[in-house]
T-cell receptor, first 115, second 115 residues
Framework: NAGVTQTPKFRILKIGQSMTLQCAQD?????MYWYRQDPGMGLKLIYY???????DKGEVPNGYNVSRSTTEDFPLRLELAAPSQTSVYFC??????????????FGEGSRLTVL | AQSVTQLGSHVSVSEGALVLLRCNYS??????LFWYVQYPNQGLQLLLK??????LVKGINGFEAEFKKSETSFHLTKPSAHMSDAAEYFC?????????????FGAGTRLFVKA
């Protein structure tokens, strides 16, 4: 039972570099999400997807991009990394609407530092 | 619009003492309510949830929470704290009509348990 798998767990980037955080889930969930967690700020939604080929912006999308080509995968792309993107990133998934309670299943997180 | 307020960014209790973590919410529709727990260097996992029905809900590890509509509260309690309860706890609210992609998290409360 892998659940939600994120890679890498840790990464250090230089300002201006780009990278992709990978996320995969094996629960056949329709909905997937990317959150960032900053100390004392809770979790902020970056992007979400309600199914393959469909993505939408969350609360803090600037500086990020996503794609959803399959049900299983939801990578997060950081273009031109900035120190403000230093954070812990969590991928999550949930069942679709229609009886869905909204419970989220989280990966273990990816800690990104931009220097 | 929905919002969540957790009272107290840090709570310290002695082992064996009552744990009380406070959460108040605002929502224009009857919400789904959640408590998630995050252990160090891990992702969030569901502790308990309220959707409909009985207002006192029981979760894992002896925790429970009561939905009080008149007070717009969903406080988390445990009669006797254990050292293993030391973690960060997040209250969250979700609009049932959105299937989870409008989940709003509180800022979190870090629980310390003293021997």
């Amino acid at each position: 039972n892998a659940g939600v798998t994120q890679t890498p767990k840790f990464r250090i980037l230089k300002i201006g570099q780009s990278m992709t955080l990978q996320c995969a889930q094996d629960m056949n969930h329709n909905y997937m999400y990317w959150y960032r967690q900053d100390p004392g700020m809770g979790l902020k939604l970056i992007y979400y997807s309600v199914g393959a080929g469909i993505t939408d912006k969350g609360e803090v999308p600037n500086g990020y991009n996503v794609s959803r080509s399959t049900t299983e995968d939801f990578p997060l792309r950081l273009e031109l990394a900035a120190p403000s993107q230093t954070s812990v990133y969590f991928c999550a998934s949930s069942y679709g609407a229609g009886g869905n309670t909204g419970e989220l299943f989280f990966g273990e997180g990816s800690r990104l530092t931009v220097l | 619009a929905q919002s969540v307020t957790q009272l107290g960014s840090h709570v310290s209790v002695s082992e064996g003492a009552l744990v009380l973590l406070r959460c108040n919410y605002s929502s224009s529709v009857p919400p789904y309510l959640f408590w998630y727990v995050q252990y160090p260097n891990q992702g969030l996992q569901l502790l308990l949830k309220y959707t409909t029905g009985a207002t006192l809900v029981k979760g894992i590890n002896g925790f429970e929470a009561e939905f009080k509509k008149s007070e717009t509260s969903f406080h988390l309690t445990k009669p006797s704290a254990h050292m293993s309860d030391a973690a960060e706890y997040f209250c969250a609210v979700s609009d049932p009509n959105t299937g989870g992609f409008k989940t709003i998290f509180g800022a979190g409360t870090r629980l310390f348990v003293k021997a």
